[in-house]
């Protein structure tokens, strides 16, 4: 599972980038310091902050297309209650897909939540004839620009994809 959706991991490998580059020769061993600091406290005041922001989504029901949204969903206590494929690459099978359906149609106020990068098509054919909401969020971050923040903007935009799963804010 990416381990770049929780946080508390994000702020563990910079601490390992920052150890490794601080045992190169001239490198600014302070200031390294300096940005490491700055990041960890922006991101655990990002993270409070998408904590509070995402309270009215912990009563429905969340599906990923597969297993990377795991991470971000176990951190904030989300209901990430069906995972469609394990594996991308393969089509889950029939048996599976049938126990997915019938877990959107017991569902409160269902979402999916799908991925730029895979094919829509398939979502609307296993959801047709069902009340299914759907929102896009991305895993690989490729529209987010690379900025000091950049980090917080991706989790802020994954938090966004799940408050357009709220009823209220909801694409069927």
């Avoid at 989504?57 to 469609?84: C, N, P, Q, W």
Wanted: net charge negative.
């Amino acid at each position: 599972l990416p381990i770049w959706l929780d946080p508390e991991l994000a702020i563990e490998m910079a601490e390992t980038i920052r150890e490794a580059l601080a045992r190169l020769d001239g490198v600014n061993v302070p200031a390294l310091d300096q940005n490491f600091q700055q990041f960890k406290a922006s991101v655990r005041e990002t993270d409070s902050a998408i904590r509070a922001k995402l309270t009215p989504a912990h009563d429905i029901s969340l599906f990923s297309y597969h297993s990377a949204f795991t991470r971000f969903a176990d951190h904030y206590d989300l209901k990430l209650e069906g995972v469609l494929t394990l594996n991308p690459e393969l089509s889950p099978g029939a048996r599976h897909i049938a126990e997915v359906q019938d877990k959107l149609r017991k569902g409160r106020h269902p979402c999916l939540l799908t991925e730029p990068q895979f094919n829509q098509r398939w979502w609307k054919s296993i959801t047709q004839d069902l009340d299914v909401t759907f929102s896009t969020w991305d895993p690989l971050a490729t529209e987010i620009k690379v900025t000091a923040d950049g980090y917080n903007d991706f989790q802020h935009s994954i938090a966004d994809a799940v408050l357009k799963c709220l009823p209220e804010d909801a694409q069927h």
